[in-house]
Nanobody, 119 residues
Framework: QVQLVESGGGLVQPGESLRLSCAAS????????MRWYRQAPGKERELVAS????????NYADSVKGRFTISRDNAKNTVYLQMNSLKPEDTAVYYC????????????WGQGTQVTVSS
Protein backbone atom coordinates (compact mmCIF):
# COMPACT_ATOMS: atom_id res chain seq x y z
CA GLN A 1 0.00 0.00 0.00
CA VAL A 2 1.42 3.34 -1.08
CA GLN A 3 1.63 5.97 1.61
CA LEU A 4 3.06 9.45 1.93
CA VAL A 5 2.72 10.70 5.48
CA GLU A 6 3.58 14.30 6.25
CA SER A 7 4.42 15.54 9.71
CA GLY A 8 5.98 18.52 11.43
CA GLY A 9 3.39 21.19 10.77
CA GLY A 10 2.11 23.50 13.45
CA LEU A 11 1.62 27.05 14.66
CA VAL A 12 4.68 29.29 14.80
CA GLN A 13 5.41 32.98 15.03
CA PRO A 14 6.86 35.00 12.16
CA GLY A 15 10.60 34.50 11.88
CA GLU A 16 10.57 31.04 13.42
CA SER A 17 11.38 27.73 11.77
CA LEU A 18 9.72 24.39 11.10
CA ARG A 19 10.89 21.18 9.50
CA LEU A 20 8.36 19.12 7.61
CA SER A 21 8.92 15.43 6.97
CA CYS A 22 7.27 13.11 4.49
CA ALA A 23 7.70 9.40 5.07
CA ALA A 24 7.12 7.22 2.02
CA SER A 25 6.24 3.56 1.85
CA UNK A 26 4.86 1.06 -0.62
CA UNK A 27 6.97 2.09 -3.62
CA UNK A 28 10.61 2.42 -4.64
CA UNK A 29 11.38 5.84 -3.22
CA UNK A 30 14.66 6.30 -5.06
CA UNK A 31 12.82 6.10 -8.41
CA UNK A 32 10.74 9.16 -7.64
CA UNK A 33 11.35 12.87 -7.75
CA MET A 34 9.81 14.51 -4.71
CA ARG A 35 8.02 17.81 -4.38
CA TRP A 36 6.41 19.93 -1.72
CA TYR A 37 3.29 21.87 -2.66
CA ARG A 38 1.17 24.17 -0.56
CA GLN A 39 -2.36 25.48 -0.71
CA ALA A 40 -3.59 28.49 1.19
CA PRO A 41 -7.30 29.11 1.76
CA GLY A 42 -8.95 30.41 -1.39
CA LYS A 43 -5.81 29.92 -3.48
CA GLU A 44 -4.60 27.34 -5.96
CA ARG A 45 -2.09 24.72 -4.95
CA GLU A 46 1.42 25.90 -5.75
CA LEU A 47 4.75 24.14 -6.12
CA VAL A 48 7.13 25.13 -3.33
CA ALA A 49 10.20 22.96 -3.84
CA SER A 50 11.37 19.91 -5.74
CA UNK A 51 14.27 17.49 -5.57
CA UNK A 52 15.46 14.90 -8.05
CA UNK A 53 15.40 11.19 -7.31
CA UNK A 54 19.03 11.04 -6.18
CA UNK A 55 18.91 14.41 -4.51
CA UNK A 56 21.42 16.02 -6.81
CA UNK A 57 19.27 18.92 -7.93
CA UNK A 58 16.70 21.12 -6.24
CA ASN A 59 14.39 23.92 -7.30
CA TYR A 60 12.36 26.45 -5.36
CA ALA A 61 9.55 28.88 -5.87
CA ASP A 62 10.80 32.46 -5.87
CA SER A 63 8.74 33.19 -2.78
CA VAL A 64 10.73 30.71 -0.65
CA LYS A 65 14.23 30.88 -2.16
CA GLY A 66 16.85 31.44 0.50
CA ARG A 67 14.46 30.48 3.31
CA PHE A 68 13.36 26.91 2.54
CA THR A 69 15.54 23.87 1.88
CA ILE A 70 14.34 20.56 0.48
CA SER A 71 16.35 17.42 1.11
CA ARG A 72 15.87 13.68 1.07
CA ASP A 73 17.25 10.56 2.68
CA ASN A 74 16.74 7.62 0.35
CA ALA A 75 17.88 5.20 3.03
CA LYS A 76 14.99 6.38 5.22
CA ASN A 77 12.49 6.90 2.37
CA THR A 78 11.90 10.40 3.64
CA VAL A 79 11.88 13.89 2.17
CA TYR A 80 12.20 17.02 4.27
CA LEU A 81 11.38 20.68 3.97
CA GLN A 82 13.31 22.95 6.30
CA MET A 83 11.48 26.25 6.55
CA ASN A 84 13.26 29.21 8.11
CA SER A 85 12.28 32.84 8.56
CA LEU A 86 8.64 31.94 8.21
CA LYS A 87 6.17 34.61 7.18
CA PRO A 88 2.41 34.85 7.60
CA GLU A 89 2.05 34.34 3.85
CA ASP A 90 3.62 30.89 4.26
CA THR A 91 0.46 29.78 6.04
CA ALA A 92 -1.02 26.88 4.10
CA VAL A 93 -1.56 23.16 4.01
CA TYR A 94 1.68 21.58 2.78
CA TYR A 95 1.50 18.46 0.64
CA CYS A 96 4.16 15.95 -0.26
CA UNK A 97 4.16 14.64 -3.85
CA UNK A 98 6.06 11.80 -5.49
CA UNK A 99 6.46 11.45 -9.26
CA UNK A 100 8.12 8.49 -10.91
CA UNK A 101 11.10 9.51 -13.03
CA UNK A 102 10.37 7.10 -15.87
CA UNK A 103 7.23 6.39 -17.89
CA UNK A 104 4.48 5.72 -17.38
CA UNK A 105 4.29 8.62 -15.02
CA UNK A 106 2.83 7.84 -11.64
CA UNK A 107 2.10 10.39 -8.94
CA UNK A 108 1.26 10.01 -5.30
CA TRP A 109 0.07 12.59 -2.80
CA GLY A 110 0.16 12.84 0.94
CA GLN A 111 -2.75 14.01 3.06
CA GLY A 112 -1.17 17.35 3.95
CA THR A 113 0.02 19.07 7.09
CA GLN A 114 -1.09 22.49 8.28
CA VAL A 115 1.46 25.25 8.75
CA THR A 116 0.23 28.43 10.39
CA VAL A 117 2.46 31.46 10.85
CA SER A 118 0.90 34.04 13.10
CA SER A 119 1.77 36.34 15.95
Amino acid sequence: QVQLVESGGGLVQPGESLRLSCAASGFTFSNYAMRWYRQAPGKERELVASITSAGGSTNYADSVKGRFTISRDNAKNTVYLQMNSLKPEDTAVYYCNAERVYKPMIRFWGQGTQVTVSS
